[in-house]
């Protein structure tokens, strides 16, 4: 999807399967280097709630950004985590559709606009997840929600580090580099691979979701996630059977 592609990559594009729910509690070097320190089990505890807030607070409006050489591909959903679904509007390069997802695959349709009439779109065109990184952007999404709260002691242990502060939308966030893949040894389980997550959590003194970075190609720039804190109506999509979300 990345350059002139990058509107063809949310018809054509995707990705095989993204990492695991483990490895996107990740995070990439958003804080100066010599400022970042392994997290205490009172920020561990924090970082455990995070996908539950998320799965709370559903459906969730989002907005996703994915950068590309030529333009970024923007994406504005709701995303309903008891359903596993989300539906929204694109837009790259000028032009607009509309985009849903599920955990098989995603569909898309030509124009539509934004979200202000949500059951517009008629001539939805199907397709199973491909390695693009707008597939991989939409799949990360999904993942984000979670109907239980993390183990914080373990949590704690498999790397998450305290990477500073940051303000946005008049909010003061805490962002954390979250836990990496872990290997046992004789001694226990020990984080493993990068030194570093590729996935960063932007989350506030309760515990609450605000922004994910993720960084999905080697050297590229993060794909951004914000939650904007705002609970709507999961729109009509063009799955076989429409699920009504339950949590109004």
């Known amino acids: 999807m990345m350059g002139h592609t990058a509107r063809r990559a949310l018809r054509h594009g995707g990705c095989a ?22 997290v205490t089990l009172e920020e561990a505890q924090r970082l455990a709630l995070a996908r539950l807030s998320v799965y709370e607070s559903g459906p969730a ?5 994915v950068p590309a050489a030529d333009t970024d591909v923007g994406v504005e959903a709701v995303v309903d985590y008891a359903a596993h679904r989300a539906l929204g509007s694109y ?34 065109s199907r397709r199973s997840y491909t390695r693009d990184p707008v597939d991989r952007a939409l799949r990360l999404v999904l993942a984000l929600g979670s109907d239980r709260p993390e183990n914080a ?18 909010h003061t966030y805490t962002l954390f580099a979250g836990p990496r893949p872990t290997t046992r040894t004789a001694g226990g389980a020990k984080p493993s691979g990068p030194p570093t997550s590729p996935v960063t959590y932007w989350i506030d003194e309760t ?37 009504a979300s339950t949590r109004a």
């Not at 399967?17 to 392994?38: F, I, N, S, V």
């Not at 409006?61 to 950004?65: A, I, M």
């Open 207 to 243: 515990g609450v979701l605000g922004r994910v970075e993720a960084v999905l190609t080697s050297g590229g720039d993060p794909v951004t996630v914000d939650f904007t804190g705002r609970r709507s109506p999961l729109p009509p999509g063009p799955w076989p059977s429409p699920v």
């Open 61 to 65: 409006s989002v907005l996703l950004r």
């Open 17 to 38: 399967a993204l990492l695991t729910a483990a490895l996107l509690m990740g995070t990439t070097a958003c804080g100066a280097p010599d400022r970042r320190r392994p």
């Open 153 to 170: 002691q373990l949590l704690a242990q498999s790397g998450p580090q305290w990477l500073g502060e940051k303000r946005l939308r008049g």
């Open 91 to 124: 837009h790259a390069l000028g032009r607009d559709g509309r985009v849903a997802w599920d955990a098989a695959g995603v569909s898309v349709a030509p124009g539509g606009g934004r979200l202000e009439r949500p059951g517009a779109a008629s001539r939805w």
